[in-house]
């Protein structure tokens, strides 16, 4: 596995000084010996860094390369690092350690998304656009109130990476083999200098667990299958059918025979690679659902998962910022189409109900009749006239006419939650205040 776990020897050097300062600490190997190891290992390091170090398929792994390499460099008394330790607990230390780095690297760039969806927001507070359910127009919306469920989105996947560092957090170095070891180990000390909150407290579990990987796994799932939902909307929004939005031309690329044609491949190739995260994620489960107590070599496929899922999740979310920042809303069009299907229905009915004493079952009834009346006269609800109205509802005031504008239909949403431009500055004073 050397090529794949070559990945984690800044994470396995840094393990292996710890432990050889606990052994010294506890006086299971003399300091002359301790000394002469950290020094082989920090040598070792500074090749890899350089790309001076030769790694060889020969010695399995990265720990068995960099014990071989300290026995060339300082000779016999390289045996007395492995004391107390096994690579079993050996490899999950440096895991974890680094899945905790990873995580924190994702936390970042989810940042920096959430920054990016909220600059784009705040140039659309007064951009209106129908709202989608069934992809049938429903009600008109703000395009900074699309774009800030995202930031919602992306805000629960901050805290789930967040979160499972706490999973994390437990040094699983000294469980040994399986069963602990008989050496006066301090792992208390190890724990703290290695930046983990505690020890773990069961050998048997900390060789055997790998729910910290399927954590990372899961979580990278849910924010890969995110953004893939934001990369189809853009995809479909971009199309010439809808053309409710425009990529800046360098998110597009061409077609090889198509003279005309600029297509949404950036957009395309993060929807298709969460399969991929998706993948990993269950070929984890998999390995681990038949697997008995504590280690096996079936583990070992854990590495290769988590690396391909955090570079595909790393670069779709870099992608997806690049992205946003590249879209421009085609104002007038969405405010036209926000005007198609009837969208302001619903608050004719609310209308009925706030200023006609109806019921809403009786105010639904009355606005469908009203929905019938124009689809029969090819009208949308703003063209029809006040006298036009009124024939599905006498005693009408005037100003009922009000409901069919659908900036006004928006900006009368200020439930909490809602989509008035009124909530939204808010909102958006709220997050940005968050993200500093
Ligand atoms: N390369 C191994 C892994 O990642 C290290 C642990 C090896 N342990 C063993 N008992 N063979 O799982």
């Known amino acids: 596995s050397i090529d794949i776990d070559k990945r984690?020897?800044?994470e396995d050097i840094?393990?292996?000084?710890?432990?050889?300062?606990?052994?010294?600490?506890?006086?299971?190997?003399?300091?002359?010996?301790?000394?002469?190891?950290?020094?082989?290992?920090?040598k070792i390091r500074v090749e890899i860094r350089r790309n001076k170090f030769v790694f060889n398929k020969k010695y399995e792994d990265i720990h068995l390369n960099i014990e071989k390499r300290l026995f060339e460099i300082i000779g016999e008394n390289a045996g007395y690092l492995h004391i107390a330790r096994s690579r079993n607990d050996q490899v999950i230390t440096d895991f974890r350690l680094w899945i905790k780095k990873a995580s924190?690297?994702?936390?970042?760039?989810?940042?920096?998304?959430?920054?990016?969806?909220?600059?784009?927001?705040?140039?659309?507070?007064?951009?209106?656009?129908?709202?989608?359910?069934?992809?049938?127009n429903a009600q008109p919306i703000s395009f900074a109130h699309y774009l800030l469920a995202?930031?919602?989105?992306?805000?629960?996947?901050?805290?789930?990476?967040?979160?499972?560092?706490?999973?994390?957090?437990?040094?699983?170095l000294g469980a040994g083999a399986l069963a602990g070891t008989s050496y006066k180990i301090d792992r208390n000390f190890t724990s703290k200098k290695l930046g983990f909150k505690k020890p773990t407290d069961n050998s048997i579990d900390s060789v055997a667990d790998r729910d910290f990987v399927l954590d990372f796994l899961s979580s990278a799932s849910i924010c890969a299958m995110h953004i893939s939902r934001f990369a189809e909307e853009l995809i479909i929004w971009n199309s010439d059918i809808f053309k409710l939005v425009k990529i800046n031309d360098?998110?597009?690329?061409?077609?090889?025979?198509?003279?005309?044609?600029?297509?949404?491949?950036?957009?395309?190739?993060?929807?298709?690679?969460?399969?991929?995260n998706f993948g990993f994620l269950q070929a984890m489960l998999t390995t681990m659902?038949?697997?008995?107590?504590?280690?096996?070599?079936?583990?070992?496929?854990?590495?290769?998962?988590v690396f391909n899922s955090y570079d595909t999740l790393l670069e779709s979310i870099i992608i997806?910022?690049?992205?946003?920042?590249?879209l421009k809303a085609n104002k007038n069009r969405m405010l036209n189409l926000s005007n198609e299907g009837y969208t302001t229905a619903t608050d004719f009915s609310d209308y009925l109900v706030q200023n006609n004493n109806l019921s809403f079952r009786?105010?639904?009834?009355?606005?469908?009749?009203?929905?019938?009346?124009?689809?029969?006269?090819?009208?949308?609800?703003?063209?029809?006239?006040?006298?036009?109205?009124?024939?599905?509802?006498?005693?009408?005031?005037?100003?009922v006419m009000r409901v069919f504008d659908v900036t006004n239909s928006v900006n009368l949403k200020t439930s909490y939650g809602g989509t008035a431009t009124k909530n939204i500055k808010k909102m958006i004073f709220k997050l940005k205040r968050e993200l500093k």
């Open 320 to 326: 997806t910022n690049e992205l946003v920042k590249s």
């Open 14 to 42: 840094f393990g292996s000084i710890v432990h050889t300062k606990m052994l010294i600490k506890q006086k299971i190997i003399k300091k002359k010996v301790g000394v002469k190891i950290i020094n082989g290992l920090k």
């Open 150 to 172: 995202y930031v919602e989105m992306f805000k629960r996947d901050k805290k789930r990476f967040f979160s499972n560092i706490n999973y994390i957090d437990e040094c699983p």
């Open 8 to 10: 984690l020897f800044e």
């Open 250 to 276: 360098k998110m597009l690329t061409g077609s090889s025979m198509m003279p005309q044609k600029k297509n949404p491949d950036p957009a395309e190739l993060i929807r298709g690679r969460a399969g991929r």
């Open 289 to 305: 659902k038949g697997l008995p107590l504590s280690y096996y070599k079936d583990m070992q496929e854990d590495k290769t998962l």
């Open 104 to 136: 924190n690297e994702i936390i970042q760039n989810l940042h920096n998304l959430i920054k990016s969806f909220l600059k784009k927001s705040e140039t659309n507070i007064h951009t209106i656009m129908p709202g989608f359910t069934h992809l049938k």
């Open 362 to 399: 009786e105010a639904y009834k009355v606005s469908a009749k009203l929905v019938n009346y124009a689809e029969k006269k090819k009208k949308k609800l703003n063209e029809l006239s006040f006298d036009e109205v009124k024939k599905v509802k006498k005693n009408l005031n005037k100003n």
